[in-house]
């Protein structure tokens, strides 16, 4: 570009697609999970003449935002407005704190993550194929589910006191109040964002042949908290189970010659 003189008249967007677990969490690569290993991703847009010094954000952004923003910068914004989902972040480059709006004048305090896949093996079909999450400056919810309507799993942290999201505080008592505000919260965005499941991802043969159409299915406030307190509480007694029978593994491998042993 430099050799050809374009460098000056050219908008340059770096980002990624998505990020790399890097055994985080116990993971690698990047599919179904909404940790920040995953989805926190670079957004660079440089340019000599319109940037000529490095600024830094953590106002929250999204890839949806790109195509507003190159809009605005190129002075079609306007004319396109209610067709983006993104922002413009343009306001940014003068004012790295200063607020980012949605199309209709509304400040955004939440960004919006989905993974939809669906098609792994018979194999790992216990493993939810599916996620709705959103992400505040403070707080991420996450709601993990199959195409068959079961298998509801809830994960909520607390960013700004847990980054490393190690904490999964659903379920826990005082954090219920938490989540039915984070729940309510991402289904007004997946009902602006259109992503709602779909009633067919839980139509099943035997609705088929009783022409039966399901109602589009999503756990109510309350169903996602009680949902979280099972989950909780079953973790719980997970845990306490692999204690015992790991202490227990541990003294059957003990000789019984040791001194200690008695």
Not at 27 to 39: G, M, Q
Not at 191 to 209: A, C, F, L, N, R
Request: aromatic residues 12%; negative net charge.
């Amino acid at each position: 570009m430099d050799q050809k003189g374009l460098t000056n008249s050219t908008v340059i967007v770096r980002t990624a697609d998505h990020g790399e677990m890097c055994l985080n969490h116990g993971l690698r690569e990047k599919p179904y999970n909404a940790y920040e290993e995953t989805i926190n991703i670079p957004l660079i847009i440089s340019n000599p003449i319109l940037f000529p010094e490095p600024q830094e954000t953590t106002v929250l952004a999204s890839t949806l935002d790109i195509m507003p923003t190159i809009a605005k910068i190129v002075g079609v914004y306007d004319t396109f407005k209610y067709a983006f989902q993104g922002c413009d972040l343009t306001p940014l480059f003068t004012n790295p704190q200063e607020k980012v709006l949605d199309r209709y004048g509304i400040e955004r305090d939440c960004v919006h993550f989905t993974f939809d896949d669906g098609f792994l093996p018979e194999r790992f079909k216990l493993c939810p194929l599916y996620i709705r999450s959103i992400r505040t400056t403070d707080w991420k919810y996450s709601v993990y589910f199959n195409y068959n309507g079961n298998k509801f799993e809830y994960e909520m942290y607390d960013l700004k006191n847990d980054p490393r999201e190690n904490n999964n505080l659903v379920g826990v008592a005082r954090y219920w109040d938490q989540q039915k505000l984070l729940h309510e919260k991402l289904l007004k965005v997946m009902i602006d964002k259109g992503t709602v499941p779909s009633p067919y991802w839980i139509y099943t043969e035997e609705m088929q042949k009783t022409s039966f159409l399901p109602p589009i299915y999503w756990p109510t406030t309350p169903e996602a908290v009680l949902g979280g307190r099972m989950q909780y509480e079953a973790n719980k007694a997970q845990q306490k189970f692999r204690r015992s029978t790991l202490i227990q593994s541990q003294v059957n491998q003990v000789p019984a010659d040791l001194w200690w042993v008695g």
